[in-house]
């Protein structure tokens, strides 16, 4: 019996082979899709600048701010061991000023000075008609004319003394004839001193008046008591006077002048006479004059509890005028010690600081304590020490990097 052909179709070898193959990559992808993505290589991190020092400023050797600030070395200099400070005023020492008044009464002919002028002693100041001048004049021409005629006297009494010597010697004359003359010559050479004395008088009171000798119809003149400056004029072209005791110029000589200050009770054990005292005044500022103390008041104010203490100070310069104010520091005794500026200090908060150099362009803020105000400045009390370079100009250029 003849079979019935399959309808299965027979499995070729070769097509098997494709077909493992196929699973194969099947297989494989999908166990490459089940893995999880691998982690991405962490980023590089940026460079970090480098870290700044708390309160300090790197500017850079060359940076331009540095030409607008100036940078000095730290010094020790002599300082106030124990001060005291007080207020001042300048003033003109008393013993130096002097008023002139009118010799006499009369007219205010010329004013030949002004206010704040320089005179010397016996300089006229101003010129006055006066009867009393006329007087004067003729006082001292008779009193010229006394003189001569009291001269001529003696001179014939001393001719006539010899001529009877002689007369007596070869028995002329009586020797009472003798000393009759020798009496003559006295009494006439006693008439010549006592003319002279009134010759004197009357030119001095010439002199008052501001006049020549022998000369008629002058004005009188007043003349500068002493060599200084003209600090007060009183009187005006025209004006008659009066009153003869009243000042019309008052001279000061301020070649060397006065400070005062009124020092408290506690403090005026730092004041010794002949002590020394540094003034600081408004108009010069950074500067200080050194003077002594003369004046130590001799009683203590009732109100205000102070002292009056004067210093006498040069001003051969004339820079210091009356009525200038400032302050005085009495000091006891002196010790080196640091110095700063007052345009080196800056305040930050209630800390007083400086910058100090430490390097070309590099400057690090230092705190300071600082002691007695000296001349402008500070005496360092901790912080800085001499030797170190501190900013004493643009600081605030520092001050705004912080």
């Not at 002004?114 to 300089?123: N, P, R, S, T």
């Not at 005085?328 to 910058?355: C, K």
């Not at 705190?367 to 912080?383: C, S, Y």
Request: aromatic share 4%.
């Amino acid at each position: 019996m003849k079979s019935l052909p399959s309808r299965a179709r027979r499995f070729h070898p070769r097509s098997g082979l494709w077909i493992a193959a196929a699973l194969a990559l099947t297989l494989a992808g999908c166990e490459e899709s089940a893995k999880p993505p691998a982690e991405a290589p962490p980023a590089a991190s940026a460079p970090s600048a480098p870290a700044v020092e708390q309160g300090v400023v790197d500017m850079g050797a060359n940076a331009p701010e540095l030409r607008q600030m100036n940078i000095e070395e730290v010094r020790d200099r002599p300082t106030p061991s124990d001060e005291v400070t007080a207020p001042a005023k300048i003033e003109a020492n008393p013993n130096r000023i002097a008023h002139a008044v009118l010799p006499t009464p009369g007219r205010i002919v010329k004013v030949l000075v002004k206010l704040g002028d320089a005179v010397v002693q016996g300089q006229p100041l101003l010129t006055i008609e006066s009867p009393d001048v006329a007087e004067a004049e003729s006082d001292y021409a008779q009193a010229e004319l006394a003189v001569r005629q009291a001269e001529l006297g003696a001179a014939k009494a001393d001719s006539d003394l010899a001529r009877l010597t002689d007369l007596f010697e070869h028995q002329a004359v009586a020797q009472k004839e003798v000393l009759a003359a020798k009496t003559t010559l006295a009494l006439s050479k006693s008439a010549v001193a006592q003319a002279q004395n009134a010759r004197k008088q009357a030119r001095r009171r010439l002199e008052l008046l501001g006049l020549q000798a022998g000369r008629f119809q002058q004005t009188a003149t007043v003349a500068a008591p002493l060599s200084g400056k003209v600090l007060e004029v009183d009187v005006v072209e025209g004006e008659f006077r009066n009153d003869i005791s009243s000042p019309v110029a008052t001279i000061a000589d301020l070649s060397r002048v006065w400070a005062t200050s009124e020092v408290p009770e506690s403090k005026i054990r730092y004041c010794k006479l002949g002590g020394q005292a540094g003034l600081e005044l408004i108009a010069y500022p950074n500067e200080t004059f050194r003077g002594r103390v003369t004046r130590i008041g001799d009683t203590v104010d009732s109100e205000t509890r102070t002292i009056k203490v004067s210093t006498e100070l040069d001003n051969s310069a004339g820079r210091l005028r009356p009525e200038m104010y400032g302050r005085l520091h009495y000091t006891d005794g002196m010790v080196n010690a640091p110095w700063i500026p007052e345009s080196a200090i800056i305040r930050i908060g209630a800390q007083d600081f400086v910058f100090v150099e430490e390097s070309p362009g590099r400057f690090r803020s230092t705190p300071v304590d600082l002691g007695q105000p000296h001349n402008g400045g500070f005496t360092v009390a901790g912080g800085v020490q001499a030797g170190q370079r501190i900013v004493t100009q643009g600081s605030i250029y520092l001050k705004a990097a912080l």
